[in-house]
Nanobody, 128 residues
Framework: VQLQASGGGLVQPGGSLRLSCAGS?????????VGWFRQTPGQDRDWVAA????????DYAESVKGRFTISRDDAKNTVYLQMNDLQPEDTAVYFC?????????????????????WGQGTQVTVSS
């Protein structure tokens, strides 16, 4: 599967953005668990949120709980990351990643190694 992340931009503190991760090249996108990560220059890539196949389970990093929401629309082969109350520390390049999950398990992953497919990043800048 190929992943295309989009929706980044410049927003003021307290503002909102919705990122999209569009999957292509697979007719079974609903069988993929998807995660969002972010990275700032010189830093390791940090996990942000994840959604299981079919959307039955979600998980979030503590730093974004209550502000970010991950969801998926498998009819559109797309996973979203709704980001509210953005703060300057949320500034980063955001990446989406996916892995095919066999057997119907509702797995979510917070480690890079869990995922096989990665999209290019989309820049999010929070600044006044």
């Amino acid at each position: 599967v190929q992943l295309q992340a989009s929706g980044g931009g410049l927003v003021q503190p307290g503002g909102s953005l919705r990122l999209s991760c569009a999957g292509s090249g697979s007719s079974t996108f609903d069988n993929y668990a998807v995660g969002w990560f972010r990275q700032t220059p010189g830093q390791d890539r940090d996990w942000v949120a994840a959604v299981s196949r079919a959307g039955s389970r979600t998980d979030y990093a503590e730093s974004v709980k209550g502000r970010f929401t991950i969801s998926r629309d498998d009819a559109k082969n797309t996973v979203y990351l709704q980001m509210n109350d953005l703060q300057p520390e949320d500034t980063a390049v955001y990446f989406c990643a996916a892995v095919y999950v066999l057997g119907g398990f509702d797995l979510v992953g917070a480690d890079d190694d869990f995922y096989v497919y990665w999209g290019q990043g989309t820049q999010v800048t929070v600044s006044s």
